[in-house]
């Protein structure tokens, strides 16, 4: 039976390993506001009533109403207010009425909006690398498919069924998968979800995720995207962000870093699964992009 062929942003999201950490209701009333300075973990929302301001650090402000969806994939701060702010000085803090619910604003002012809000963790030794490729943050309108999904990640985080961590995990994988593609589009910045919207991009980089021990070369994937080499270098520059090669090897170092991780392979069978002909040549790339060899990695890991 043939292998199934790797998909890039499947791939991608997989190798980052998301976990959910905190789903929870949000009701809002009145003016309101929520600040966080120091979140350090992906941020993603549902709005299912109403409205609200999110202002994102290095992003511009946006306001989004019922049937939109957020998510940010590394976040340190944001800021959630009403339509209208609140006057500076008057921000107070969320007040929990229940498992997996909160209120801000006026406890005595009616609920005007409603948001499923989550937060999650990514357990890859390389997510800086992965998050690298992805937009710093994509927002989708009008996709029920999106608030289905995070409507049932905060159902199955509220109760203690059978296989519940598996479920959350899947559930997340597919969140983010349905984010990123419904976000997908020319208008995106430079990433791996733009160059997958480019039918000629997306094809050179389904052959860079399914080399595996096979060669790359920029010559061999410009007549896998059906285009000169000059001007397919051109464009996946322009797309993705960085060269080619560049993309190859990151992708290539962000399997072996797992591969190395999960310690079932040896260095020269990893080697080999990343397009390397030895273990000293696949040891050398290794200490030219990560500064420390593999064995330095997989130590430096075992004591965190």
Request: net charge neutral; proline share 8%.
């Amino acid at each position: 039976m043939p292998e199934v062929a790797l998909d890039p942003l499947a791939s991608i999201v997989a190798l980052l390993k998301p976990r959910p950490d905190i789903s929870k209701m949000v009701a809002a009333g009145g003016r309101w506001q929520v600040e966080r300075t120091d979140m350090a973990s992906p941020f993603y929302a549902a709005i299912v009533d109403g409205c609200a301001r999110l202002v994102v650090e290095r992003q511009k402000p946006i306001l989004l109403r019922a049937g939109d969806f957020v998510i940010v994939p590394e976040l340190n701060s944001f800021t959630m207010t009403s339509e209208v702010p609140p006057p500076p000085g008057v921000a107070r803090l969320p007040l929990e009425t229940g498992p997996g619910m909160f209120r801000l604003g006026p406890p005595d002012s009616p609920v005007e909006m409603r948001a499923l809000v989550g937060h999650c963790r990514f357990d890859a030794p390389d997510k800086a690398l992965l998050l690298s490729v992805l937009p710093q943050m994509i927002h989708v309108c009008g996709q029920d498919r999106l608030t289905a999904l995070v409507m049932m990640l905060y159902d199955e985080t509220s109760a203690e069924r059978p296989a519940r961590a598996m479920i959350l995990d899947r559930l997340l994988e597919v969140l983010m998968i349905e984010a990123l593609r419904s976000g997908a589009g020319p208008d995106l910045p430079p990433g791996l979800v733009r160059g997958l919207s480019d039918p000629r991009l997306g094809a050179a980089l389904h052959r860079i995720h399914n080399a595996g021990s096979n060669s790359i070369t920029v010559k061999g994937l410009a007549q896998e995207a059906g285009l000169s080499r000059s001007a397919f270098f051109e464009r996946f520059k322009a797309t993705l962000g960085c060269t080619p090669m560049e993309y190859a090897i990151r992708w290539r170092m962000a399997v072996a870093r797992d591969l190395l991780m999960r310690g079932q392979l040896t260095n020269a069978e990893i080697a080999h699964q990343v397009g390397y002909g030895s273990a000293s040549a696949f040891g050398m790339a290794f200490v030219r992009n990560w500064g420390m060899s593999p064995r330095a990695f997989i130590e430096s890991h075992a004591k965190e």
